[in-house]
């Protein structure tokens, strides 16, 4: 009589997972057993945790991150796949070389998105350098009450940077804003004559937003360089000499918002709390003598929305 071996049926490994997803995905049995498969009967030589983020694009791609922390050494990834099965098995190849090597590798060992036609990437993915630094343009329509003599509506454009997300929840960002606001006119009272008021502004922040990978809200804090330029209106008025504009400098608090619509499409809204630092006074020579025609003011308020590219 003869036995024959019984084949080794692969073990899931020991390794705590976090499955997050809809229901259409989730799939965290079959991460761990596709893990199993391809670890066979060898285990990670340290504890290993794994956290699985995955959200489904309104194009019906599915978009991942993975984030992985073994020995307390965490490292992030992201990447796309053309199905929920397709993200399941790079999610578990990409865990089971990262509990061999200790960290997750800097590109997915496989391809998880058919590039068979141009289309099915839309946005390219040059656009990433300094070890996962990503950039971020924007842009929108703002408006601003308190520094004009009215509420003064505005465009806006932003760039700037942002580090992949720490924990898969933190998301740090960067950015450089450029304004200009609509002018604004303001009488003299008493006076036939008035002035017209011209803002545009320059301003940095950096930000801390909490979230998922499809929505991030939190604060910012920054600064501002304002400039504004007046004119007289009326034929009759003059402008002080050297007082026709101004350049100040104004701190900025800020909630920024911004949700994820398909690929690295999204919308994004802001409001801005700022306090200006020795804010100017203009002047206007009238027949009457000089008057005060306008003064910004100390605390003004701002808010912006438009849509963002972020090439992540």
């Not at 790079?90 to 058919?114: C, F, K, M, N, R």
């Not at 141009?118 to 601003?144: H, K, M």
């Not at 998922?212 to 009759?236: K, Q």
Request: charged fraction near 15%; proline fraction near 9%.
């Amino acid at each position: 009589m003869t036995v024959s071996p019984t084949a080794a049926q692969p073990v899931a490994p020991p390794i705590d997972v976090t499955w997050i997803g809809p229901e259409d995905c989730a799939r965290r049995d079959a991460f761990v057993g596709e893990m199993g498969q391809i670890l066979g009967g060898s285990q990670p030589h340290e504890p290993l945790t794994a956290r699985v983020e995955v959200t489904r694009e309104a194009t019906g791609r599915w978009h991942v991150v993975l984030v992985v922390d073994r020995d307390n050494v965490q490292s992030q990834r992201a990447f796309e796949a053309a199905s929920c099965d397709a993200a399941v098995s790079a999610a578990a190849l990409i865990t089971a070389i990262a509990s061999d090597e200790g960290v997750l590798p800097q590109s997915p060992p496989v391809p998880v998105i058919p590039r068979g036609l141009a289309s099915e990437a839309p946005w390219p993915a040059w656009p990433r350098v300094l070890n996962g630094l990503q950039l971020d343009v924007a842009v929108g329509v703002t408006g601003e009450y308190g520094l004009s003599p009215a509420f003064a509506p505005g465009a806006e454009v932003s760039i700037g940077g942002s580090l992949p997300r720490l924990g898969g929840v933190v998301h740090l960002r960067a950015l450089v804003t450029g304004a200009y606001f609509a002018p604004q006119t303001d009488a003299l009272p008493g006076h036939v004559e008035s002035a017209e008021f011209q803002l545009v502004a320059v301003s940095g922040r950096a930000c801390t937003s909490f979230g998922t990978a499809r929505l991030d809200v939190g604060p910012c804090v920054g600064g501002e360089l304002d400039r504004m330029s007046g004119t007289g209106v009326a034929s009759a008025t003059v402008f002080t000499p050297g007082e026709g504009s101004a350049t100040w400098a104004t701190l900025v608090g800020s909630l920024l918002a911004s949700v994820r619509l398909t690929g690295d499409l999204g919308l994004f809204a802001r409001f801005d709390a700022n306090v200006s630092i020795a804010p100017p006074h203009f002047d206007v020579q009238t027949p009457s003598g000089r008057q005060l025609a306008d003064r910004p003011s100390p605390v003004s308020a701002r808010a912006a929305a438009g849509v963002e590219l972020r090439f992540f």
